[in-house]
């Protein structure tokens, strides 16, 4: 499984920086971690839950960064073992740059899983991971700028609601005119 | 006139009585006092080192009894291969070490590493969790071909490469073949893929083991298709245990289909583990180990090519083939790319030159074996594809151009250029009726009425021949063979005249205790309901090999036929002396013995009562008692044979095949009951149609199973497949059994692969999509409409 995006972050790139390397930080932002301990230089333990299809696991594993290019790139990369789950590993590369209103991430995630989780979800794995990519970041903006994170998010959730209702019809709502 | 009584009568199945209430008895359904529960630690990559494994915590779990690792099994053998091929060089296969658990490396997701016996099920599963086991991954040998490369990664690191052997079948032929191709005044060619398969049985496998101290000795029950054969060979090559202080039982088993032959390590593990643990072990597959711990089938890559005369004449056939074998040798996965396959090569045709040629492969997968038909069905896909696209570029009906080649009826016994001689068969007979009853003449006007609903029409026609009735016991040992393939039975018959037969055969669905039964009535001319057949239990039953390769009526039978004339024979004596007449005179007809032309006569359960209570009897001559044994060893294959043709409709839209229709016209020889012999086809066909449109085990490049359960693993359902038309009318008796029967099991997964994917090809020509030649299967919607768009 291989993803690529970027991400537009409200907030400079010192703190987005020091954000990527602060294990508190990380363990609020990645969905369903529930124990992160470590340092940058030494790696992380984490203790993760996650659901994939039908198959719902803890998993346990290290994370290291390298290639650390002080406040502008590094690679993170980990294997989690979730027991008769399976296992996950996987990598990303993660670079920083200067952006109009706030900070640009670009990030490319590379990922595979085996036993249990490949055998039932590995037609899922690419949609989980682009869910779970999306909630990091989510929850990355909800820590470095609450305000911005809080009113994308309702945002977000009215969109929603919107082309639900809008479902099939020409006209377009007001919050779509608005996007475009 | 169809029989209500005896061979040729379509009597309902006895057992389904059991089955269709809930009764039936199986592996699962024992209990043992005292019982235990192991769950297998798993490997969760396909090929790795084992650095540590760490016990410590899951034996300090509550209920854990004990766990278990390949240290305990040091002084154990590995699980066994029945077969052993000799490569074109001369040389033995490469035969690498089965540990029950894994040993020092893992070779393939699902391998078992470690084992926890513990008081419950969940407590064991929980204890399994807590096992820590290290492994360095190590790069998955996955593609067949890759894996023959110099510098490939090796399974198994103490051979010199993955490569199993090397086989070539004529390999005197080669040269000749060679030439008769570069004569010849057409060549097709055509490269295939014969997916590989998942077997999945309605019952996973299981096993329950229990160790009694005081006589020494193990019972096993356990879900095979062949107890003897487990009995030996994990009583004498893995665990050292004597024939006499072991016991197999295979009570009613749900479904085989090939998958239940074989040794599997679970079943060394739980009968080992009774003994040390000192309480019966008790082992049930979950469906997800089956995807994984079953072996697996097919799984061949193929180049094919067929040289033609200017008339169509078939000239000379060769091939090249790559045979998965998986991470392991299963029981008997040697014999079935080679001898269960390059024998089959000719077909039902006359070319006189055929050379096979036989790469067997290690990968980082699960083993591969036999799966109905083994062998034949990938002998015949490859055959009945070549000749449907040499039949389109030469501008020949298809149908004409197997006639052309047919072996006609007067050539037998017919000997092949590959070894087998075909005692009988009528393939234009077939063929006949297979046209006939597919109203092939009016195709067109279908077709036709098919394009007006912007459908397209195809129609598909295979003809198969099979090698059944395994096998000749001197024959199969000069091939490799490491067993003998005869069969037993004993009838023992009643004081009061009832009869139990005690048959080496084992059925797992085939309806052995009804068929059986219906032969023994017919000889003695007795109700059927006299008649029990027990099999199942190395204890009762005298030793034999079992039941795969449709070969139960045809060397089971004859065994249990065999035997029933000897009851017969000493009957006539008891009879004669109870007649005061000579031996000679006695007549059994309808369950009565009489004099030739007297009316003294005394029935059945005279004679019968006679030889238990022998107050008149003729103590001095004969024994008392009314039992006897008979092993049979049959002297050739028998060759079922047959003409599937197979309608279908593709939706250009979407690619989806519907099937319309499916007509098999089989020459199964003398049929012992009709309506069984009808289900034993219908299941072939569904399993066959599986094969063609739907099932396909997919590994990804690290060697995860990707298909590991009934979300990504397309089973066929009744709504896949349509009503069948079932013919076997067409009937050229075995010359060489005293039933005259050929077998019939493996007959519908056989020749229905190439039939669909014939008509699909035909109905993608035919709606313009000339550029399709061949499609691998499953032909799923996705692959027929993406084949359409270029």
Known sequence: MELAASRLIAADRAAVWAALNDPAVLQAAIPGCSELTGTPEEGFEAVVTQKIGPVKATFRGAVTLSEVVEGESYRIAGEGKGGAAGFAKGGARVRLSDAEGGTQLDYEVEASVGGKLAQLGSRLIDGVARRLADQFFDNLQAQLAPDVAAAEAEAVEVAEAVDEAEAGKETKGWFARLRS | MARDFGIGASSKRREDVRFLTGKGRYTDDFNRPGQTHVAFLRSQVAHGRILSINTAAAEAMPGVLQVFTAADFADAGGLPCGWQVTDRFGNVMQEPKHPVLADGKVRHVGEPIVAVVAETLDQARDAAEAIEVEIEELPAVMDMRAALAEDAPKVHDDLTSNLCFDWGFVEENKAKVGE???????????????????????????????????????????????????????????????????????PDVGGGFGAKIYHYAEEAFCTRAAQMVGRPVKWTSTRAEAFMSDAHGRDHVTRIELALDENGKFLALRTDTLANMGAYLSTFAPAVPTWLHGTLMAGNYTTPLIYVNVKAIFTNTVPVDAYRGAGRPEATYQLERVIDKAAREMGIDPIELRRRNFIQPEQFPYQTPVAVVY?????????????????????????????ARGKLRGFGIAHYIEACGIAPSNLVGQLGARAGLYESATVRVNATGSITVFTGSHSHGQGHETTFAQVVADMIGIPESQIEIAHGDTANTPMGMGTYGSRSIAVGGSAMVKATNKIIAKAKKIAAHLLEASEGDIELKDGKFSVAGTDRSVDWSGVTLAAYVPHNYPLEDLEPGLEETAFYDPSNFTYPSGAYACEVEVDPDTGKVEILSFAAADDFGNVINPMIVEGQVHGGLAQGIGQALLEVAVYDDEGQLLTGSYMDYAMPRADDLPMYQVDHSCQTPCTHNPLGVKGCGEAGAIGSPPAVVNAVIDALQRGGHDHVTHLDMPLTPSRVWAAMQR
């Open chain 2, 423 to 451: 005692d009988t068969g009528n393939y234009q007979a077939t063929m006949d009726r297979v046209v006939e009853m597919t109203d092939y003449h009016n195709f067109e006007a279908r077709r036709a009425e098919s394009a």
């Open chain 2, 180 to 250: 008769a191709f570069a004569r010849a005044h057409h060549v097709t060619t055509l490269d295939l893929i014969n997916n590989r398969l998942v077997p999945n049985p309605m019952e996973p496998r299981v096993a329950l083991a229990e160790y009694d101290a005081a006589g020494d000795s193990y019972t096993l029950y356990t879900t095979s298709q062949n107890p003897h054969v487990i009995r030996l060979l994990m009583g004498a090559f893995v665990l050292n245990i004597p024939e006499h202080r072991l016991r197999v039982v295979a």
